[in-house]
């Protein structure tokens, strides 16, 4: 894909071809109409020789979702040598090789199913992420959160076009610097991790923003990758806010037009935007309704 005209270094394409179809049905009149709908194909990922997971994707940029995934689910580290990443679209598989040798077999079967859409799993060691972090004391500017919404929310987009799919963009202060979009919202933030890996990008000063629900895993994920900040659309869950807390993330939900809640990390937020002159979310760019909005 072409590197965008805008500041953005990578965001959606809703006009690749390969992303969207038309299809025609019946609206609630009877009438016929065609829409666009949301493509999803099956990819598979292995490390070295040993087959992971096969996971429900719109397929761009298979060879980050794979480094992502790996990176998120403790498969790889942050100092691991990839020697190669080799995606064949016509067997719909992608191939991570590492200099270092692995094995997962007995790791794989310790797996936890969790709430996350078709591939969500955590394994348990992962929680030890938790209890040792130390994520950096950066802040939230509120005229950055209002002013970083405001362009995500107006970017076109597969959501725009079709629906049916979750979006995460990696930001520093008020500038979205990658926007990931997947049928699954753990796919869209293992897209993220892995180009911060791919390009070693730091994470000390960056702001997470997704449309998902802020779950456990959402959290740990965040934490995996050294993000200081989560901004969502969506709700909480109780686990994900205890495990912010206790890794001291900044948590932030609800986050639509003048409104945000932060049930974490709050010390983080800087209140400099005089709310007057800020827009409610127009009802061409709302996605998701929730009662919190009325």
């Not at 191939?95 to 790791?107: I, L, P, S």
């Not at 799993?121 to 030890?128: A, H, I, K, N, S």
């Not at 629906?163 to 202060?173: D, R, S, T």
């Not at 390009?199 to 779950?215: Q, W």
């Amino acid at each position: 894909m072409t590197k965008p005209s805008d500041d953005y270094l990578v965001r959606p394409d809703p006009a690749d071809p390969r992303l969207t179809e038309r299809v025609r049905g019946v609206d609630q009149s009877g009438a016929r109409v065609e829409t666009s709908v949301t493509v999803e194909r099956a990819l598979t990922i292995f490390l070295n020789a040993q087959e992971i997971v096969t996971a429900m994707t719109i397929g761009d940029y298979p060879e980050y979702l794979a480094l992502g995934y790996l990176l998120n689910q403790n498969m790889l580290r942050a100092d691991d040598v990839v020697t190669g990443v080799d995606y064949d679209e016509e067997l719909s598989v992608v191939v991570v090789r590492t200099e270092r040798a692995t094995d997962y077999e007995e790791k794989m079967k310790k797996k936890v199913q969790t709430s996350g859409c078709a591939q969500g799993t955590v394994f348990g060691d992962l929680m030890e992420v938790i209890e040792t972090a130390k994520l950096p004391a950066a802040e939230l500017r509120t005229s950055w959160l209002y002013s970083l919404t405001h362009k995500i929310n107006t970017t076109p987009s597969l959501y725009l076009e079709a629906g049916a799919i979750h979006g995460c963009v990696l930001a520093v202060e008020d500038r979205p610097l990658v926007y990931m979009e997947d049928v699954g919202r753990h796919n869209a933030v293992d897209k993220i991790a892995g180009w911060m890996f791919k390009h070693r990008v730091p994470a000390h000063d960056k702001i997470f923003y997704t449309t998902g629900r802020l779950t456990s895993e959402m959290v740990i994920k965040a934490v995996r990758m050294g993000i200081p900040i989560v901004v969502s659309r969506s709700g909480f869950t109780a686990w994900g806010v205890e495990l912010a807390r206790k890794a001291n993330l900044t948590l932030i939900g609800r986050a639509r037009g003048k409104r945000f809640v932060a049930l974490a990390g709050e010390e983080r937020i800087v209140f400099d935007q005089d709310l007057a002159f800020v827009e409610e979310e127009s009802t061409k760019h709302r996605r998701k309704a929730a009662v919190h909005d009325e």
